[in-house]
């Protein structure tokens, strides 16, 4: 079982619809990281937060918006999203961040109607 | 742009025999990880090798570097149902939080 916990698993939003996703760590890691999977395809990294501070936008549309109330939790708050963001949302954690193994959650699957 | 690419993109075999799958990337590295995912679940680490080593051993699991060919293998022996997954090398940018993944070799375990 994985150590990072998403919610929820399964996520059907429409266009105008705002909703969040959310990911919590209880391993004292101190990076935690968004990641954007489409199918077939390896994960694209969104956001790191490192000390519960953003670090690393990959130039991400405003419409995703990361946050990270404390050290153990991040959430993406999504609004005015498009059919193409359609995908599996994979939250992740590091040690410190760089060269560390990186331990994932097991994801929550959006659908954009 | 990716930092690793994987080969093969697919890979079919029967249950018993050795999975083998090849990785390259294009700038240096302090070290090169591999993970599975099994089919819309998370990715799992499997195992890292540094920059120092050339082959690593877990399980059935063999890891080989080779840093002046930017390459890495990754070799599942004796392979079993339950292997069927994608596999991904993984390779951390110096001194910062990107990790680029490969775009993953899908290997399938007949029974």
């Known amino acids: 079982d994985t150590e990072v916990t998403q919610t929820p698993k399964h996520l059907v939003m429409g266009m105008t619809n705002k909703k969040s996703l959310k990911c919590e760590q209880h391993?004292?890691?101190?990076?935690m990281y968004w990641y954007k999977q489409k199918a077939k395809k390896p994960p694209e990294l969104m956001f790191v937060?490192?000390?519960?501070?953003?670090?690393i936008n990959e130039s991400v549309p405003s419409r995703f918006s990361p946050e990270c109330p404390n050290s153990s939790l991040l959430n993406l708050h999504l609004h005015a999203l498009q059919p193409e963001d359609s995908a599996l949302y994979l939250c992740?954690?590091?040690?410190?961040?760089?060269?560390?193994?990186?331990?994932f959650g097991e994801g929550s699957w959006l659908t954009v109607v | 742009s990716q930092q690793g690419e994987e080969d093969p993109q697919a890979l079919s075999i029967q249950e018993g025999e050795n999975a083998t799958m090849n990785c390259s990337y294009k700038?240096?590295?302090?070290?090169l990880q591999w993970y599975r995912q099994n089919s819309g679940r998370g990715l799992v680490h499997l195992i890292l090798?540094?920059?120092?080593?050339r082959e690593k051993h877990s399980g059935r699991l063999r890891v080989t570097l080779d840093t002046s060919k930017k390459s890495s293998s990754l070799l599942i022996t004796a392979s079993r149902a339950a292997d069927t997954a994608s596999y991904f090398c993984?390779?951390?940018?110096?001194?910062?939080?990107?990790?680029?993944f490969g775009a993953g070799t899908r290997l399938f375990v007949k029974a």
């Open positions: 992740a954690s590091t040690a410190t961040g760089s060269g560390n193994t990186i331990y």
């Open positions: 391993m004292g890691h101190r990076a």
């Open positions: 937060y490192s000390y519960e501070k953003l670090s």
């Open positions: 700038t240096s590295i302090n070290n």
């Open positions: 090798i540094r920059s120092n080593e």
């Open positions: 993984a390779t951390p940018n110096t001194g910062g939080f990107k990790t680029i």
